[in-house]
């Protein structure tokens, strides 16, 4: 078992039906191969931690970094690792208008992204923090309540 | 039947019949479309010289002149005037071939003239047009040739055949060569040799795929000198896979070039630096994903950059500080603020030194990056560990000393006052047959009164060690040093000394409320003590602000005076009596000094003998302490 570590930037915005749609097929694909992790993306920033079997993930790498949809993939890491930290395939991002998303399998708000779990050593959870903050920047995580 | 025929063909022609005769020239027969050429309604016999509706001034003119001379004329292109609209809007102005053809009816006399009118409004706008466009054209042609001869690129067309078809002036001022050279044969002449065949096989490799190109080389210039150019060139397409002709450009960038080398040359140097620093040296992105670890990083892990990764230096650290660590970088990555920390790093053979952690925050031309160093402080560190451990026990052992001193001439009173009871006993009860009896009694006395005061003394020195750390407090002075004076209200009365005191400016001060009392004490019981025997003393306090701003507090009395020592550091020391044939322990000055400099200040005293003393308290020498 491995998991890989790549930030990379879209080509172009995102739309809220792209981000459906790029939701919406991930989770499909990687339920079927069986990889999980997860998505963030903000403002054209992408990154994504995947784990899985060596066999299944270094192919899905080679597809992911050939996607015309972004550019710029730097693979931070790639390693072995003894057991899966996440237990399913989620995306977080900010839609425009999050109410469609609220109910969508495997959607989080950034607000409600977890704390990288005690599964991972602290050298990969700290790698994880910084990647989510390359994606989503300094600005306070939870949005203003008015 | 003939004739009908006819008139019915003209009449239903597309072009405009008419025919005007005699020499008022009156319509005789107007087809259809004639009509509509002239507008209004026109009957037969009407004369064009008397109502000419919308023809011309000139035209009628013309139309006199053709009949006078018999020779028909055709004007080309004429624009007549349509009758304006019914709405009042201004008709289009339309184009007619206009035939005027004599007529000579039995006889060479001319009777009538023929007039046609053939609609070429169609053909005379898109004549126009056509002329239009030629003006356009040249126009961008003069703009495009203003701006290739302009900018400072040389462009150039190369054809299929891969001839120079053009090439701007500028191709001429850079190498120099006259306009009469032979482009294509010259060109490659003028090619640095080492790039020359590259250069060649390059443009023909492109032009047989039928691509574009770009590609650097060095071209020499007017003045001999070789210059490295850009070429680019694009092909320009007259079928999908047909290219006809490569436009480009070569644009000089030597300079860029030479800076691109100075650059690449000086971070090879600072890497080569880098790598022989016997330290941990790395810079990271903007992100703060570590990308490059210098030599020694290698060395000191044992682990290549590649194993380490972008945060792999976490790892490096003992378990129970990475995440301390990995949280302190985090926040140093948000914030932009410097990193700095003390941690262990393990050591390719497992052994964990200790190190400093440092990184700060670069932003040049080439965006924000990170520059960190782990200094190895093991060895300062454990040495630091070791003194600490020593001095905690030196300060233990002073502690201890302390009360022993403490204990020890508290344990020695009740001996001495045994031995005074006894002695007393003694000069009561027994009597010496000594002439010196007296004498000796006496001395015996004092050197009890002595060894008495030493050890309440002794007791008090320890007791004041102790107090040092007594909070301090807001103190009124006045009233602390007449709390002070009443303990010593006998000598006062006994010597009738005069004590002035001066609280005015700094009255009050913050200090520990039993140093003050132990400071005062002794300055005054010591200018009483030591007052001048053939005059009354004359004391004087005054609390006021030094020139740094800090307060002092002034103690001078007009008495003995002393001699003081060379050197000014530390004036007095325990057991050092100024006045040996007056009674002391000598350890009073060196506890209001200690004390006083334990609270961040110093004493400064001045004294002339057989005039006075003066002491300059200054309590904290720190500013706003």
């Not at chain 2, 191709?171 to 006259?178: A, I, S, V």
């Not at chain 2, 010196?436 to 007791?463: F, G, N, S």
Request: glycine fraction near 8%; charge should be negative.
């Amino acid at each position: 078992m491995i998991h890989i570590i790549y930030i990379s930037r879209a080509v172009r915005p995102l739309s809220d039906q792209d981000l459906q749609g790029l939701l919406a097929q991930c989770r499909r694909d990687n339920e079927r191969n069986n990889v999980t992790g997860v998505l963030f993306y903000s403002h054209g920033n992408i990154a994504q931690l995947i784990e899985g079997e060596a066999e299944t993930l270094n192919p899905l790498f080679e597809i992911i970094s050939r996607d015309g949809r972004h550019s710029n993939v730097n693979k931070l890491i790639s390693k072995p690792i003894g057991a899966r930290s996440f237990p399913d395939w989620s995306m977080a991002f900010h839609p425009l208008e999050p109410n469609g998303f609220e109910a969508l399998q495997g959607f989080l708000l950034p607000t409600h992204i977890t704390p990288p779990p005690s599964s991972l050593t602290i050298a990969d959870a700290m790698l994880l923090d910084l990647v989510k903050l390359a994606v989503f920047g300094v600005e306070p995580l939870a949005p203003k309540s008015i | 039947m003939r004739e009908q025929q006819l008139q019915d063909i003209l009449r239903h022609m597309p072009a405009g019949v008419a025919t005007l005769q005699g020499p008022e020239l009156r319509y005789g027969f107007v087809n259809d479309a004639m009509q509509a050429v002239l507008g209004s309604p026109i009957t037969e016999g009407q004369s064009v010289m008397e109502q000419p509706g919308i023809i011309p001034a000139d035209l009628l003119d013309v139309m006199q002149q053709v009949y006078q001379r018999g020779q028909p004329y055709i004007a080309k292109a004429y624009c007549l005037p349509l009758a304006d609209n019914n709405d009042g809007t201004t008709a289009p102005q339309r184009y007619y071939d206009v035939a005027l053809e004599p007529v000579r009816e039995g006889g060479s006399q001319v009777t009538g003239l023929l007039l046609f009118a053939m609609d070429v409004t169609g053909q005379e706008e898109a004549r126009q047009r056509t002329h239009e466009l030629a003006i356009e054209t040249r126009r961008l042609d003069t703009r495009l040739r203003v701006l290739t001869e302009t900018v400072p690129q040389i462009t150039f067309t190369v054809d299929a055949a891969g001839t120079y078809e053009y090439v701007s002036p500028q191709w001429h001022y850079f190498t120099g060569q006259p306009t009469t050279a032979d482009l294509n044969i010259i060109w490659p002449l003028l090619i640095h040799p080492d790039d020359r065949l590259r250069v060649l096989y390059q443009t023909e490799a492109a032009r047989s795929a039928g691509v574009g190109w770009s590609y650097e080389y060095r071209l020499r210039r007017h003045d001999g000198q070789y210059r490295w150019m850009l070429s680019r060139a694009l092909p320009e397409l007259h079928a999908p896979d047909k290219a006809v002709f490569w436009h480009g450009a070569l644009t000089e960038i030597h300079d860029q070039r030479e800076l691109a080398e100075v650059l690449r040359r000086g971070e090879a140097e600072l890497r080569f630096l880098a790598d022989s620093i016997p330290e941990l040296i790395w810079t990271a992105t903007a992100e703060g994903f570590i990308d490059y670890y210098n030599k020694y990083s290698g060395e000191y892990s044992g682990l290549s950059g590649e194993e380490l990764g972008p945060a792999g230096w976490i790892s490096l650290l003992s378990p129970a500080e990475q995440a301390g660590a990995a949280r302190r970088w985090i926040h140093s990555v948000a914030t932009g603020e410097s990193y700095e920390g003390l941690y262990r790093m393990r050591r390719h053979d497992g052994r964990y030194r200790w190190h400093i952690i440092r990184a700060r925050q670069l932003t040049d031309a080439r965006g924000l990056r990170w520059f960190g160093a782990c200094t190895d402080v093991d060895d300062q560190h454990r040495l630091r560990q070791v003194l600490q451990t020593q001095y905690d026990e030196l300060a233990r052992t002073n502690r201890d000393l302390d009360t022993f001193v403490y204990t020890a001439s508290h344990d020695l009173k009740q001996p001495l006052l045994n031995l005074r009871g006894l002695f007393d006993e003694l000069r009561r009860t027994a009597s010496f047959n000594d002439p010196q009896e007296e004498e000796i009694v006496v001395m015996v006395d004092d050197a009890l009164y002595q060894l008495d005061l030493t050890l309440q003394d002794l007791a008090a020195t320890v007791q004041d060690q102790r107090g040092l750390s007594a909070p301090a407090e807001p103190l009124d002075l006045r009233s602390v040093t007449e709390e002070v004076l009443l303990g010593l209200r006998t000598q006062v009365q006994e010597s009738g000394a005069v004590l002035e005191l001066d609280f005015e400016q700094v009255p009050t001060l913050t200090y520990g409320r039993a140093n003050l009392r132990s400071i005062l004490h002794n300055l005054l019981s010591n200018a009483l003590k030591f007052a001048h025997p053939e005059r009354t003393p004359h004391v004087l306090l005054r609390s006021t602000l030094a020139d740094s701003g800090n307060p002092i507090l002034i103690v001078q009395d007009n008495g003995r005076g002393m001699i003081l020592p060379e050197e000014p550091a530390p004036v007095f020391q325990p057991f050092t009596r100024q006045h040996p044939q007056i009674g002391g322990a000598g350890v009073g000055m060196y506890l209001v000094q200690r004390i006083i400099s334990s609270r961040g200040g110093h004493l400064e005293v001045a004294s002339v003998i057989d005039e006075g003393t003066t002491f300059i308290i200054h309590w904290f020498d720190a500013l706003n302490a």
